[in-house]
């Protein structure tokens, strides 16, 4: 059984780009979700995706947004990137349909926006 | 405003002795709650978790209690050993309040140190 992996691990973007993070779910897992997790902080919800449609949305501007492709595997996109955009990006993954509460964790990607 | 709260920033505990980490919560509608552990350069790892119909939950050495009434969980580590050092983080689901399936709403953490 396959954990989640994450790619890529570190990433250094200019203010105003755009960025791509990538995410391998678990094996067995149809759901996905995606959180920021700035320093000194606990893990913040972005999105989730459930069958290749998202599922809810933490308080996040549009112009993070996500995929979910047909194997599970998700990407989360950010535009317009800014300073305060600089954190680790966690994504995790599960068995949705509100069968289960615990989700696995990926070793993150460490986004710095210069 | 901070929906899980955990007050204490760090602990630092002899090996062999407990350790209790704790978690407050403000929101009723919160009905499971879970333990992460993080190492450093590594993603939260899947401790223990706890159904809010419930007010143990026992797994070796970890335990979790949930004081529905104070809104209040904590882990017990029983022995404590060196390994265990590492950020704990409280996180709750409220199913899917506010649209989205088990989304989990996490504390700040608790960096443990266990002392040999």
């Known amino acids: 059984e396959t954990g989640v992996t994450q790619s890529p691990t570190h990433l250094i973007k200019t203010r105003g780009q755009q960025v791509t993070l990538r995410c391998s779910s678990q094996?067995?897992?149809?759901?996905v979700s995606w959180y920021q997790q700035a320093l000194g902080q606990g893990p913040q919800f972005i999105f989730q995706?459930?069958?290749?449609?998202?599922?809810g949305r933490g308080n996040f501007p549009p112009r993070f947004s996500g995929l979910q492709f047909p194997n599970y595997s998700s990407e989360l996109n950010v535009n317009a990137l800014e300073l305060d955009d600089s954190a680790l990006y966690l994504c995790?993954?599960?068995f949705g349909g509100g069968f289960s509460y615990e989700q696995y964790f990926g070793p993150g990607t460490r986004l710095t926006v210069t | 405003d901070q929906q899980v709260k955990q007050n204490s920033p760090s602990l630092s505990v002899q090996e062999g002795r407990i350790s209790i980490l704790n978690c407050d919560y403000t929101?009723?509608?919160?009905?499971?709650f879970l333990w992460y552990k993080k190492y450093p350069a590594e993603g939260p790892t899947f401790l223990i978790s706890?159904?809010?119909?419930?007010d143990k939950n026992e797994d070796g050495r970890f335990t979790v209690f949930l004081n529905k009434s104070a809104k209040h969980l904590s882990l017990h580590i029983v022995p404590s050993q060196p390994g265990d050092s590492a950020v704990y983080f409280c996180?709750?689901?409220?199913?899917?309040?506010?649209?989205?399936?088990?989304?989990?709403?996490f504390g700040k953490g608790t960096k443990l140190s266990v002392k040999p």
């Open positions: 995706y459930y069958r290749e449609e998202e599922n």
């Open positions: 094996s067995g897992h149809n759901t």
């Open positions: 996180a709750a689901s409220a199913g899917d309040y506010g649209g989205s399936q088990g989304n989990l709403i």
């Open positions: 706890i159904s809010s119909i419930k």
């Open positions: 929101n009723s509608m919160f009905d499971y």
């Open positions: 995790a993954s599960t």
